[in-house]
């Protein structure tokens, strides 16, 4: 099973693919789809273009994408509300089922401890993916987070 995980974000939005056979992981890519933050509707159009592209490139069977929490500045979970919009709507178009996970859910999954700071979160998911270098930028790594809690949590049968 292949699982895509991504980490929205207004002008970063990390990413991370893996694959569940059994109970071993393993790594097939990771990285950011990196918007310019001139014109949104720019955004959109990239954002859609360049998740599509990675669609395509790795068949994910599913996808889980992180849940807005608490933000202080309004704007910004105007934003990243709107991003995801994009987001789901790409997923949809190429029918990816979707999953939704809480912060405290992916932190639980990879880390057994849901208020794991950064660095311990990033320092599981390289030993659970055999990783030896540290994971670039760090909204790579929780895209990667993303997608080992949706292979911990959800069964899923190929038809």
């Known amino acids: 099973m292949v699982i895509l995980g991504i980490d929205p974000g207004t002008t970063r939005i990390g990413y991370g693919v893996i694959e569940k056979n059994n109970n071993n992981f393993s790594c097939l890519d990771y990285g950011i789809i990196e918007n310019k933050g001139k014109d949104r509707e720019s955004d959109f159009k990239d954002t859609f273009k360049n ?7 790795h068949s994910p ?4 994408i992180e849940k807005l929490f608490f933000f202080k500045n309004q ?7 709107e991003m995801r919009g994009v987001l789901r709507y790409t997923l949809a178009h190429h029918n990816i ?3 939704e996970f809480t912060p ?4 639980q999954a990879v880390s057994s401890y849901g208020r794991a ?5 990033q320092k599981m998911v390289r030993l659970i993916l055999g990783i030896k270098t540290p994971i670039k930028p760090d909204d790579a790594a929780d895209g990667l987070a993303i997608a080992i809690c949706c292979a ?8």
């Open 104 to 107: 405290l859910q992916v932190k």
């Open 75 to 81: 704007r910004t979970i105007i934003s990243v509300g």
């Open 97 to 99: 089922p979707v999953h």
């Open 61 to 64: 069977d599913i996808s889980a």
């Open 51 to 57: 998740l599509s592209k990675l669609i395509s490139q």
């Open 152 to 159: 911990n949590n959800i069964v899923y049968s190929t038809k």
């Open 117 to 121: 700071d950064k660095n311990q979160v």
